[in-house]
Nanobody, 115 residues
Framework: QVQLVESGGGLVQAGGSLRLSCTASRSIFRLMGWYYKAPGKQRELVATMTSTGTTTYKDSVKGRFTISRDDAKNTVYLQMNSLKPEDTAVYYC???????????WGQGTQVTVSL
C-alpha cells in the first residue's frame, strides 16, 4: 500500500508564503506533483515534476510557485510565494508509479489566503 502524506497548509495573508511537503511511503514514482480543488470547481493541476526534473506549472502560478523533489526522502515540495486569495483551495499531492502508471493521491491540505 502506497501512501502520500502531506503537510504545510494553513492560513496566510495575501502576499505571504507557504511551503507544502508530501512524503511517499515508497520510492516508485516517475511523476510527482500537486493539484488543487477550489470550492465549486474541478480539481486542477498546479505543478508536477518528473524523475528527470521536467516541470509543468499552471499558468496562473508561474513565477510564484516552485516545485522541487528530494528523491532520497521520497518527498516533493511546493514553495508558494506571493499568494493570492484565488489560490485558496485544498491542495492534493499526486504521484504516478513508474512501473504501472497508477495514480496515487494524498488526503489533501487546506490553503487559505486572506486579504
Amino acid at each position: 500500500q502506497v501512501q502520500l502524506v502531506e503537510s504545510g497548509g494553513g492560513l496566510v495573508q495575501a502576499g505571504g508564503s507557504l511551503r507544502l511537503s508530501c512524503t511517499a511511503s515508497r520510492s516508485i514514482f516517475r511523476l510527482m506533483g500537486w493539484y488543487y480543488k477550489a470550492p465549486g470547481k474541478q480539481r486542477e493541476l498546479v505543478a508536477t515534476m518528473t524523475s528527470t526534473g521536467t516541470t509543468t506549472y499552471k499558468d496562473s502560478v508561474k513565477g510564484r510557485f516552485t516545485i522541487s523533489r528530494d528523491d532520497a526522502k521520497n518527498t516533493v515540495y511546493l514553495q508558494m510565494n506571493s499568494l493570492k486569495p484565488e489560490d485558496t483551495a485544498v491542495y492534493y499531492c499526486y504521484a504516478q508509479s513508474r512501473y504501472s502508471y497508477q495514480d496515487f493521491w494524498g488526503q489533501g491540505t487546506q490553503v487559505t489566503v486572506s486579504l
